[in-house]
């Protein structure tokens, strides 16, 4: 069973940065596409940011020019930097395996909290 484990948010003020890492055990981690995830309170899930195998971005039109993920495929790992912080940021970040239509391919892991708040 695949694991994602993230790591890295915090409590962060309005403008700030923060940078997300998921670590993961996936055997053919440099052939999937990866993705982060966020849920706020109240709200359904939503896919922020995805890169392809090949290193192809693509972003949610709320976070694009103020977050940049990128990947360590000798790590296994994915990493969300996050910048220019709003209080809408805020919610519980988690990676995935994103497919074709964005939901994810594996069980969620535990996600780390992210707040911006002054």
């Known amino acids: 069973q695949v694991r994602l484990v993230e790591s890295g948010g915090g409590l962060v003020q309005p403008g700030g940065s923060l940078r997300l890492s998921c670590a993961t055990s996936?055997?053919?981690?440099?052939?999937?596409?990866m993705a982060w995830y966020r849920q706020a309170p109240g709200k359904q899930r939503e896919l922020v940011a995805r890169m392809s195998p090949t290193g192809i971005t693509r972003y949610a039109d709320s976070v694009k020019g103020r977050f940049t993920i990128s990947r360590d495929n000798a790590k296994r790992a994915v990493y969300l930097q996050m910048n220019s912080l709003k209080p809408e940021d805020t919610a519980v970040y988690y990676c995935?395996?994103?497919?074709?239509?964005?939901?994810?391919?594996?069980?969620w892991g535990l996600g780390t909290q992210v707040t911006v708040s002054s």
């Open positions: 996936i055997s053919g981690f440099r052939t999937v596409a």
């Open positions: 995935n395996v994103p497919t074709v239509t964005g939901a994810p391919a594996e069980n």
